[in-house]
């Protein structure tokens, strides 16, 4: 019941904003060209669930988030841990990591169509720089705010370099780590967007794309609602649950 309720409450301003969406749409007799109404919408997307088009896109995009999330991670988090572990490392590198945070995911564009041509490689490149850099610098935090008391007594305690760093840097670190991922992903999914509508011909941006030039505003907003709501569905049901569950396990908040 309490996630029922849950549930209800964060869809409540939703569901006000579809209200006023209708109100404002039918009061000011808006012109479909310029925004459309509710239902031009939802027979939109009746017909592209229909004829197939809405999943072919869906599946494009949500497998090139997946391949490029997974690739930042996995040179990510080793990255931030060598630079947390090491001064020297973290001192050469921080400048480099601040200057490329700035231009991650949407400036890589045009050079990445220029090196992986038009299609999955540019696209999956632009979601690793949106994450890849995000993920290193906050697992570098959570590494960093680790006490060297807390290491050392692992240490005196005979614990060796693989342990303090798989037992305490890790541990230490993950809720640091899940903020990054959570932040990465928000980043990758409009990385994502915006290099579909240029770098190749299936996908949501370029459902996007496409239907700006058709004048198909219906088409435009319901693509629009699908990608607010498979990150919604991303966040609610999988990046919260693992930053809360991250955080009861190691203490900072208590399990309701």
């Known amino acids: 019941m309490r996630r029922l309720a849950s549930a209800v409450l964060f869809s409540l301003p939703l569901l006000a904003?579809?209200?006023?969406?209708?109100?404002?749409?039918?009061?000011?007799?808006?012109?479909?060209?310029?925004?459309?109404?509710?239902?031009?919408?939802?027979?939109?997307?009746?017909e592209a669930v229909a004829d197939g088009s809405l999943l072919r896109h869906v599946a494009a995009s949500m497998w090139r988030v997946f391949v490029g999330t997974?690739?930042?991670?996995?040179?990510?988090?080793?990255?931030?841990?060598?630079?947390?572990?090491?001064?020297?490392?973290?001192?050469?590198f921080t400048p480099v990591f601040r200057f490329f945070s700035v231009l991650a995911g949407i400036a890589w564009i045009p050079i990445a169509t220029l090196w992986f041509g038009y299609g999955f490689g540019a696209i999956v490149f632009v979601i690793f720089n949106a994450v890849f850099f995000v993920v290193a610098?906050?697992?570098?935090?959570?590494?960093?705010?680790?006490?060297?008391?807390?290491?050392?007594?692992?240490?005196?305690?005979?614990?060796?370099?693989?342990?303090?760093?798989?037992e305490v840097l890790l541990p230490g670190a993950l809720p640091n780590i899940v903020t990054g991922i959570r932040t990465g992903?928000?980043?990758?999914?409009?990385?994502?967007?915006?290099?579909?509508?240029?770098?190749?011909?299936?996908?949501?941006?370029?459902?996007?794309?496409?239907?700006?030039?058709?004048?198909?505003?219906?088409?435009?907003?319901?693509?629009?609602?699908?990608?607010?709501?498979?990150?919604?569905?991303?966040?609610?049901l999988l990046l919260v649950p693992l930053e809360r569950a991250t955080m009861e396990r190691w203490g900072m908040v208590r399990a309701a």
């Not at 915006?194 to 219906?218: H, K, P, Q, S, W």
């Open 70 to 92: 997974l690739i930042g991670l996995v040179l990510a988090i080793p990255c931030g841990v060598a630079m947390g572990v090491s001064p020297a490392i973290s001192a050469f």
């Open 17 to 46: 904003l579809a209200v006023l969406w209708a109100i404002v749409v039918r009061t000011f007799d808006v012109d479909p060209r310029v925004f459309p109404g509710i239902g031009a919408v939802g027979q939109a997307g009746i």
């Open 185 to 236: 992903l928000g980043f990758a999914w409009r990385g994502l967007i915006a290099a579909e509508m240029i770098a190749t011909n299936v996908g949501l941006g370029y459902m996007l794309f496409v239907a700006r030039d058709f004048y198909r505003t219906e088409v435009i907003v319901l693509g629009m609602i699908v990608i607010g709501a498979l990150w919604l569905a991303i966040d609610r």
């Open 137 to 166: 610098y906050n697992t570098l935090l959570g590494v960093a705010s680790i006490p060297m008391p807390l290491r050392n007594a692992a240490a005196s305690l005979g614990a060796g370099r693989w342990q303090i760093l798989t």
